[in-house]
């Protein structure tokens, strides 16, 4: 059973593999090869470096001019009827369910009638009484989900006809209080044995990807785990962005990826094909402000497969440089563009506390594109530290059954100011005997990390990361106060080098900024926090020497207790934010090594900056 989702829905939240709850049931959000665009306009993102790093990660081997394309969701705009209409479908999921008529036990428990939906009538009510989809799936690791063989779990491999009834045995909704009966041979199940890892109580996963509507070609021997359809942990979108940095040759070039196929660019041979081209409307149109010359070079470019410079290097290096090389004196504003930045006087800034800055700078203006190339269930996977996405691996599940041709993307436009910290500050703090000490106390908790979460991020993303990264968080919470964003509105960008050392190296630099598909992320609020930064840093190195739970929290050792093993001194009371706002899903975090806690293991930034 199908159903038609109109609206476009934000990636994050509704992508494919997403389970969404509806009205009247659940669905499964469907791959990309069931959306449904309109067979007029043209609905399509250009952002050259995103579309670049997501081809050379997705379509390995491959020409280079075969760009996989960014596509906004389908618009939910009613002037598309009819065999026009723009829609997300959505599949049933899961196809269990529990009748709303309750039954008491001469216990006075809670009993109500399991059955499939091949039991329903056409109203989708089981003998006259309404019924809601069951809350329990199965998953596993690689993404797959499906559900649970509620048979099989009560009986094993024994066969039994009998009725499946779910039985309440308290009022707390735990699963120790969920029971599965069968009224036949009389067997029970608490729920609270689908949670054990041994024994495989659900059983192999056996590949199904109902949001493919197939299953894996590959096969899968994963032991299933138990999913609660409306948790959190039921779908971590696989997401890359970029900020857009004005470039001409790039956007040149994206343009002629974009017409290469369509308009046969792989046959121009001369350059006075390219002025015949040229005198079609919608191509005088899109290459305005190009010489037939400049054009040719670019089919030229895009015909010999090498990739263009700025697509070599990772995505926060190209960010980075653009930040940092800001200057008041040379900016001049676009009221169409999308990147206007200007440099605040260090007049305007220059304290005891921000003694740690080198530069400031206010972005007035910003866009962020941002994509989905698959997705996870139980655990997110994060990008690495210079920004660019790390190989897909199995726990990454597809979004279309075979290569994809377009993945879904969305724009941001937003405020933000920017932080350029002092590289030879954090050089020097970095040499210091008590943060080499406290960094091999963060690299066992990531050890530990990596023994019980294979295939995450192998690299420990380093101790300026969690530094840079621990200032943010307490940057986000002070300016929240007075900027007029929530602070789960606001998001950041930590820059440090690469953990090899091989990329970005002396670039320090923390983004904070806000990001809406529409205007309501430039209200200037944000920008007008960066000229008071002074007060931002003072109370946020002020909020990092005492927190609620202490001493607990500031006596936390990540290599020795297992509850967070990724951060040391952090906690909700502290250091921890949304995770929508946050790079590392609140991980890579410790407020010991920005100043001195109740522990005072000796590692504070603050006091070491020379």
Known sequence: MENQLRGSQLINTYGPGAMVELPSKSILIAGLDHWKYPQTGEFKISEPRLEAKITQLLHRGRPTHQTIQLRPPPPASDQHQGADAAFIKGFEFP???????????????????????????????????????????????????????????????????????VEERGTSGDLSDVWVICTQCGRVRCMRDATQREGTPLGKCNGARPWLNDRDPAGCSEPNRLLVRSASNSFFPRTVSVISIPDRGEWLLGRVRHFWESENLQAVENEPLVVFLLG????????????????FTAIQEVRSGRPAA????????????????????????DPNGDFFVRELPETAWRSAETETLQKVVLVHRLKEVQAQIGFTRFEPISNSVTGDPLDLDVKTAPLTAGAPKWVPAIENRGEGVFLQFRAEAIQHWLELEAVQARQALLQKGHKLWLEEHPGSDPDFPGLAYYLLHSISHLLIQSIALECGYPASSLRERIYVPAADGSAMAGCYG?????????????????????????????????????????????????????????????????????????????????????????????CEYIRSVP
């Open 95 to 165: 196809l269990w369910f529990v009748s709303q008529h309750a039954v008491s036990t001469p216990e006075k428990y809670r009993r109500r009638r399991l059955v499939k939906s091949v039991a329903l009538d056409g109203r989708s009510r089981f003998e006259n009484h309404p019924v809601v989809s069951m809350r329990f799936v199965r998953g596993c690791i690689r993404g797959h989900c499906g559900d649970i063989q509620w048979h099989r779990f009560v009986h094993g491999e024994e066969p039994c006809p009998g009725e499946l009834w």
């Open 280 to 295: 079609k409307p919608h191509l005088k149109s899109a290459f305005e402000g190009f010489t037939p010359a400049e054009v």
């Open 310 to 333: 700025s697509t070599l290097k990772p995505i926060k290096e190209v960010e980075f440089e653009a930040l940092s090389s800001a200057h008041a004196e040379q900016a001049s504003d």
């Open 510 to 602: 923390i983004l904070l900024f806000t990001g809406s598909t529409d205007a309501h992320g430039t209200l200037g609020g944000l920008v007008q926090t960066g000229r008071d930064i002074r007060k931002h840093l003072s109370r946020s190195f002020s909020m990092a020497r005492l927190c609620s739970n202490d001493p607990v929290c500031a006596t936390h050792r990540p290599g020795q207790h297992t509850l967070n093993p990724l951060s040391g001194a952090a906690c909700h009371s502290c250091l921890f934010i949304s995770e929508t706002s946050c790079e590392r899903f609140n991980g890579c975090l410790d407020r010991a090594l920005v100043a001195a806690t109740i522990d005072h293991p000796g």
